[in-house]
């Protein structure tokens, strides 16, 4: 997997970089705007990270430029903003997701492997499975090992977001933004709980848990074969 | 009639202190013109009675008694308008000459003058002033003016006296209401700017009104003084938002640094241990770098043009359906009573964290066992948010400092927080025109957030 950062602090572009190539990224990294639309015209990437403010030609304007020329390549915009509205505006502006500095590297970490995935299949599913457990789109209801699990909307959601990223790390803003549309933190981690109630219903009466916790990272989903 | 804060303001009270001078000179102007005009009347009918007591005297010393009979009859004949008032009598009081009939009745004299009301004559009462005097041979004069014509004059003076302060007071009046009325809506218009401005739209200024008066002179230093401190609040926000964001840079580097070590660490060894806690702790500096920034832009203001409209109770359910598990684990009821088809218009975002920050709040202090309730309800302004728990409840000389950054109460020192969640929430209150209200909930403490009147609807969409 070949990844562009764009980033004109050079200290936070070189542990950016590190972090990501020792999980088994190639990594390539530019520091202004200019230079990197004549990289991203001349080479192809599987993703990219681009830092909003940048001198030159910034970080909206990139993500504009290459969506026009037709280049679909995952973006994830890094802010030091931080508003919801640039939220927004990134999101609008051509991006696929968006990333408040400072950040956690897991935390950039989890949202490129989404990126990375949501590339490949594109096909409108009925029904997501991990293992035993079976979630039905349409008549939206669950079961494990054909039993019947009682849901709650926002657990249906939130299960819905773990099985479609199931195998890999998926952060509490992740959630918080992608299951209950809010970007902020809120003080008390809320989410564990859901979590584990969540947990407590698929997970209680079956001798493998589906649903770990990643420390200092958030929640995975996987087939424990 | 004229409403009491006319009445209670102090352009009333100046006009009505002009007012009373005013009248008080009119008084006292009429006042002299009486004493004047009164009081050379009398001195002149007194100068006349004793000139004609000296004439008499004279001729009775002169010609004896039939003398003075005589001039007596002739005066009498020769006074018209009978206001001239004469009579002799002998020593027994009987009548010798005269025009009065008989000895008038009197009780007391002063310096010889009396003052008497004869028989009517023609059916008129007759008021008279009389000198009284004794010649020689034991004979009694009495000579005198009727005096109707001075009670006259005196009466028209009086008159014109009590109408013309009726007048004064009357115009006084009415000068004062219209002039308080004119200067009150003047300032009407500088004191709705000037609340509107308090709420937090720094951008406004107080219209003039261009006639270059002194109303106009208040608002130009008015608005001079707003500019000013617009432009002190800008150099504020610009250092402290600078800081907050320069000091972002490096403490994110710091994490990054840390976080590339904790695999090297190994698992479960002590210097990990260190290193996550590090790593929490600058994750709290940044969380309160990021709500101060959150806030202070709130405070600005900016961010009133991205407001959509949001159904209310779809908002605070969100909120509370996030926070029902925890409240759950922690042995608290979770009461929510959501009246439907409420809106107001907001971001959804920032009023989502502020209550958020409420029902955390509220579940963070209340014990086990104990209840939060979160309602939405019809206020008599706009709809009203309410969350209400039964922890210790905040003291009432505490409730604004509570509300102020980075403030935290004593016996809340060591529960976790930075001491700016209510900040956060009186930021966005006000950055949403929303009134924020503190009080008891006996026991616990109840917060209120009461919207304003929907401009041009009820609220309802």
Not at chain 2, 366 to 375: D, Q, R, Y
């Amino acid at each position: 997997m070949r990844i562009l950062i764009v980033e004109d602090d050079l200290e936070a572009a070189a542990y950016l970089a590190k972090g990501l190539r020792e999980s088994g990224y190639a990594v390539d990294h530019v520091a202004d705007g200019k230079e990197a639309l004549y990289r991203i015209a001349a080479e192809t990437y599987d993703a990219m990270v681009v830092d909003r403010m940048l001198p030159g030609v910034d970080g909206l304007t990139i993500v504009k430029t290459m969506r026009a020329a037709g280049n679909k390549t995952p973006v994830l915009i890094l802010s030091a903003l931080g508003d919801v509205d640039d939220r927004v505006k990134g999101l609008r502006a051509g991006g696929d997701d968006y990333l408040t500095k400072p950040y956690a590297f897991s935390e950039l970490q989890a949202r490129l492997e989404a990126l990375l995935r949501r590339g490949g299949g594109e096909a409108a599913e009925t029904s997501l499975r991990v293992a035993d457990l079976e979630l039905d789109l349409v008549s939206r209801t669950a079961a494990r090992s054909g039993r019947p699990i009682e849901l709650k909307p926002k657990e249906f959601l939130l299960l819905e977001y773990l099985m479609r990223h199931a195998g890999h790390v998926v952060t509490r803003t992740m959630l918080l933004e992608n299951v209950w549309d809010y970007s902020f933190d809120p003080q008390t981690n809320v989410i564990d709980v859901h979590i584990s109630r969540l947990r407590h219903k698929i997970d209680r009466d079956f001798d493998k848990p589906l649903l770990h916790t990643i420390r200092g990272a958030g929640y995975t989903i996987r087939d424990p074969r | 009639m004229i409403p009491v804060r006319i009445v209670r303001s102090t352009a009333f009270r100046l006009a009505f202190l002009y007012m009373a001078l005013f009248g008080t000179s009119v008084l006292v102007l009429l006042g002299f013109i009486y004493h004047s005009t009164a009081g050379f009347m009398e001195r002149q009918t007194e100068e006349t009675v004793n000139a004609e007591i000296r004439g008499l005297t004279e001729q009775y010393s002169q010609q004896g008694l039939t003398g003075l009979v005589r001039a007596i009859e002739t005066r009498v004949a020769r006074d018209k308008s009978g206001s001239g008032l004469y009579l002799l009598t002998d020593w027994k009081f009987t009548p010798l000459a005269g025009n009065l009939k008989q000895w008038p009745e009197f009780t007391s004299t002063q310096d010889g003058w009396l003052d008497v009301e004869l028989p009517e004559i023609d059916g008129q009462r007759v008021f008279a002033r009389l000198k009284y005097f004794l010649l020689p041979g034991n004979y009694h004069l009495l000579v005198g003016r009727d005096v109707a014509e001075r009670n006259t004059v005196e009466d028209l003076i009086m008159d014109a006296l009590v109408w013309g302060l009726v007048i004064t007071v009357l115009m006084g009046g009415l000068g004062a209401v219209l002039m308080t009325r004119g200067m009150l809506g003047r300032l009407d218009v500088i004191n709705r700017a000037s609340r509107e401005i308090m709420l937090g739209d720094l951008s406004r200024r107080i219209p003039a009104k261009g006639t270059g008066d002194e109303f106009d002179q208040l608002t130009g230093n008015l608005n001079d003084m707003l500019d000013r401190i617009g432009a002190l609040m800008d150099g504020v926000r610009h250092v402290s938002d600078n800081i907050a964001h320069d000091l972002r840079g490096p403490l994110n580097r710091i994490r990054a640094r840390l976080e590339l070590a904790l695999p090297q660490a190994g698992e479960g060894g002590s210097g990990r241990g260190i290193l996550e806690r590090t790593i929490a702790d600058i994750d709290e500096v940044l969380g309160a770098f990021h709500a101060i920034l959150t806030i202070s832009q709130a405070e600005a203001g900016s961010r009133r043009e991205e407001f959509a409209m949001l159904d209310l109770a779809r908002v605070a359910g969100d909120v509370a359906e996030l926070y029902e598990p925890l409240a759950e684990d922690k042995g608290i009821r979770l009461r929510v009573e959501l009246a439907p088809g409420l809106s107001a218009p907001g971001n959804r975002h920032l009023l989502s964290q502020a209550l958020a920050n409420l029902v955390d709040n509220a579940i963070k202090y209340t014990p086990p066992g104990g209840e939060v309730a979160v309602a939405l309800s019809q206020g008599p302004d706009g709809p009203t948010i309410s969350v209400q728990d039964t922890g210790p409840g905040v003291p009432p000389e505490s409730r604004d400092k509570v509300l102020e950054r980075f403030h935290r109460l004593e016996s809340s020192r060591n529960a976790p927080g930075s001491g700016l969640g209510l900040s956060l929430v009186a930021a966005v209150a006000k950055l949403h025109g929303v009134s924020l209200t503190l009080s008891d909930a006996r026991p616990g403490l109840r917060v209120i957030l009461a919207f304003p009147r929907a401009e041009g609807g009820t609220g309802r969409p």
